[in-house]
């Protein structure tokens, strides 16, 4: 089965159920080797693409614009008006102090180089990377809505690891007072075990009917069933390596959540990052996971999620085991 087509929150834009993310795309890994390089990405694109996937998440500073590059290419042998393409701008992608951010001159300039990289005149959703406190509110709103003006942008997203949902309410009612095109869809961390958004952040969502298109579905990789709980992390993991990770997610709460998930794909004879994908699309704010992968074969297992049905005792759950 294809993957279905959902809204995308209240704009009037279709995509898939599953977004296709290429944060992997021209990577280097510590030792200087790209982690997927153009022939392997244009290879997962096409199982994406063969899936039915039409929603593609990348942003400028993936692979020090290489993600892009390597999108672009692709989607040159295709047409691109079957395809949602989303990328992001904040981070550094050139030196200099006003090389970063969402002041006017580093989103002005961004902007055509990503449309460049990209080879398209426009960029169906553009996000925000992150907020930038130096920056007022007001410049890059209007900024962002001159896009928009422009035909440059066709709708304004906000992608967040801190879950402040006043941020996107101050800059939303800023944009609906000024008349400017507000943020319409938000990119936040959310997944069985990361559980922050619930406090506040959804509610906000669900109040200005925000489309929700969750990142780190598979929490880093912990929500695959590789770790278990009392066990030394697998040789070549991040928990092996990354005690940062170890110390996000490699506790009681967490393992509690994981344990859930794991006894679910025993159920339905799935594995533990189908179900746990599975349980964010059986959430009602979630329009669609953004996913990645190395191989093509690991992305055809990740969007089977799309097949899996929950039962409503099933989806509880996993929610109600953090």
């Known amino acids: 089965m294809g993957l279905d087509a959902v809204s995308l929150g209240r ?15 021209g990577r280097e890994n510590d030792a200087g080797e790209v982690e997927v390089g153009r022939e392997r990405a244009h290879e997962l694109l096409d199982a994406y693409a063969d899936a039915g996937g039409r929603f593609i998440d990348t942003a400028d500073m993936y692979g020090s614009g290489r993600a892009e590059q390597y999108v672009g290419e692709w989607l040159a042998d295709r047409d691109r ?28 300039n961004n902007v ?15 996000y925000i990377h992150r907020w930038d406190d130096r ?38 009612e800023i944009a609906r ?8 869809v938000v990119q936040p961390r ?19 009917d925000l489309g929700v298109v969750p990142w780190s579905p598979l929490a880093g990789g912990f929500l695959t069933g590789k770790y278990t709980r009392g066990e030394a992390p697998p040789e070549g993991t991040r928990g092996a390596t990354d005690q940062q990770f170890v110390d996000s997610y490699l506790t009681p709460r967490n393992f509690d959540a994981l344990e859930e998930v794991e006894a679910v794909a025993g159920e339905v004879g799935a594995t533990p990052a189908q179900v746990s994908l599975a349980w964010l699309l059986h959430h009602e704010q ?37």
């Open 11 to 25: 704009t009037g834009l279709r995509v898939s159920e599953v977004a296709f993310g290429t944060w992997r795309f």
């Open 81 to 108: 008006e079957e395809y949602v393409v989303a990328s992001k701008i904040y981070w550094p992608t050139r030196e200099g102090p006003n090389g970063r951010g969402l002041n006017r001159k580093h989103l002005r």
């Open 112 to 126: 055509d180089a990503i449309l460049d990289r990209l080879d398209t005149d426009y960029l169906d959703v553009l």
């Open 135 to 172: 920056t007022p509110a007001r410049e890059f709103m209007r900024t962002l809505d001159e896009f928009v003006r422009d035909g440059k942008v066709h709708y304004l997203g906000a992608s967040t690891f801190e879950p402040n949902a006043w941020k996107v309410v101050k800059a939303n």
């Open 177 to 184: 007072r000024e008349g400017y095109e507000p943020f319409t």
């Open 190 to 208: 959310y997944n069985a075990v990361n559980r922050e958004i619930e406090a506040t952040y959804l509610d906000m969502c669900r109040d200005y």
């Open 286 to 322: 979630v329009v669609a996971p953004i996913t990645g992968a190395r191989t093509p074969d690991q992305l055809r297992e990740n969007l089977a999620a799309a097949d899996l049905t929950l039962t409503a005792d099933q989806f509880d759950r996993i929610a109600d085991a953090k």
